[in-house]
């Protein structure tokens, strides 16, 4: 019982464990990325097909972590796989390091989807992407500032790792939150030229805006925060004629959202566009990508034939400036253009996007079910494909409301369901797949059953 409470997971993955060991000796931490840590190990997989994964200790699970929800169509979907081949084989090579046809090809797609989107550049990540839109905006309006909203995650880097999980008695008054690092090292030039917005709270936000709008370039902002947490529609409504009036540009980050919620994007179902959206995960069908796209006079800035003719917004008298430097030695990389586009191809086909979503209320409406019938307060709380579970009562707007939730209880019951062969991080959102099957779903909701019972001896 001792071991178990230190290690929860010890009789199902020795070999994860031993992995694990052997890999902090090389990589720090063990793991390339913080994120993919959990306690007491990560677990190592092996394997995937369809909506499984199999680790190296031969446990099958059915995966709702998705690589983050990148993999929309599952694990070595035949249709991205062939696309990726029949790329190499066809070209002969697996790169040119020059401009080719799928750059064009899978733009002019990107437009006619994404409302917000006349023209796109590639990068080789969402951060990347998002990095890119920052800078676009504060080259085109010639202000300093961005603002961001609390909770909001947006990649790895100084400018955007603030206030994204900051503990709650450190964050500030909730209408004007404070500036909170989220990592050592960020240098406060960065603190001091990023804003710190209320999700969610428009009157907050607006009083915000209208008193630094002359230093504010760009918001950027997770239209469903973390994927799950949808703005409200007046909130989004009133956001886009406040920045259209104040000259701040709004970046929408679709990284998560691009292609789960609509194959357009949240930007369809809110009907706004946006000056400028990153894109990311989905777009390269399970390859690294990403993608800035918006509107042609904004994004025209980074051309390096016309970039001296631009004049920019914010520059006094009309001066002129050179061309936004953006460079990237992988950038629109074919192989991963091609499986993007096929991707993208297949959730197109009709009736595909309304099943996945069909699946996912029906997976959700399941999950409700059993944890009422249990007594545990608990609510499913996202859009499109992607959902959390919230134990909570209550509505969860932001990242303060989700303080309500119980954790402890749900880091409990995703330990629980990690040995009966349900893989999503602990606490991790869960995104569907268009090849999760109602078997899948049936076998989800009964380890949610087990679970509960075990917890609860």
Do not use: W
């Not at 629980?416 to 995104?431: A, M, V």
Request: glycine fraction near 10%; aromatic fraction near 6%.
């Amino acid at each position: 019982m001792h071991q178990n409470k230190l290690n929860p997971l010890s009789r199902h993955t020795k070999n994860s464990a031993a992995l694990f060991e052997k890999a902090k000796k090389v990589i720090p931490g063990g793991v390339t990325a913080n994120i993919k840590y959990m306690a007491p190990h990560p677990i190592m997989m092996e394997k995937g097909h369809g909506s499984r994964l199999i680790d190296v200790d031969a446990n099958e699970y059915i995966d709702y972590l998705l690589c983050y929800g990148a993999l929309i169509l599952g694990h070595g979907h035949p249709r991205v796989y062939e696309a990726a081949m029949n790329q190499m084989k066809e070209a002969g090579t697996t790169i040119f390091g020059t401009p080719h046809r799928l750059e064009t090809v899978l733009a002019e797609k990107l437009i006619s989807l994404f409302p917000g989107i006349e023209m796109v550049r590639y990068t080789n990540s969402g951060l990347e992407a998002t990095l890119l839109a920052i800078r676009t905006a504060a080259a085109y309006t010639g202000k300093p500032k961005i603002a961001k909203f609390e909770g909001h995650y947006h990649g790895g880097y100084d400018q955007v790792l603030l206030s994204v999980n900051p503990e709650i008695d450190m964050a500030g008054d909730e209408t004007e939150p404070d500036v909170v690092p989220e990592s050592p090292g960020i240098p406060d030039y960065y603190r001091k030229n990023t804003v710190i917005l209320p999700f969610n709270d428009i009157d907050a936000t607006e009083t915000i805006l209208r008193n630094r709008a002359h230093e504010i370039s760009a918001i950027i902002m997770e239209p469903v925060q973390g994927g799950f947490i949808p703005a409200d529609e007046i909130f989004m409504t009133k956001l886009r004629e406040i920045t259209e009036e104040l000259g701040i540009l709004l970046i929408f980050d679709e990284v998560k959202t691009g292609f789960r919620l609509t194959v357009g994007g949240a930007q369809n179902l809110y009907h706004i566009k946006p000056d400028l959206t990153a894109l990311g995960k989905v777009l390269g069908g399970g390859f690294p990508v990403g993608a800035v796209g918006g509107k042609k006079e904004v994004m025209e800035i980074s051309a390096p034939d016309g970039g001296r003719d631009i004049l920019t917004a914010g520059a006094e008298n009309g001066s002129k400036k050179d061309p936004l430097f953006h460079s990237g030695t992988y950038n629109g990389h074919p192989t991963v253009l091609a499986s993007g586009l096929a991707t993208i191809e297949v959730l197109e086909e009709e009736g595909t996007m309304e099943a996945l979503l069909a699946d996912t209320a029906l997976l959700r409406s399941g999950l409700e079910d059993i944890y009422k019938c249990h007594d545990i307060p608990m609510q499913t709380v996202g859009k499109g494909s992607i959902f959390n579970i919230i134990l909570a009562e209550g509505s969860i707007r932001n990242y303060r409301d989700m303080a309500k939730a119980n954790s402890t209880l749900r880091s409990k019951i995703d330990y629980e369901l990690l040995k009966l062969g349900i893989y999503t991080k602990p606490l991790n959102r869960y995104s569907m797949s268009a090849v999760h099957s109602r078997e899948d779903i049936e076998r989800t909701l009964d380890a949610h059953d087990k679970a509960i019972k075990i917890i609860r001896k």
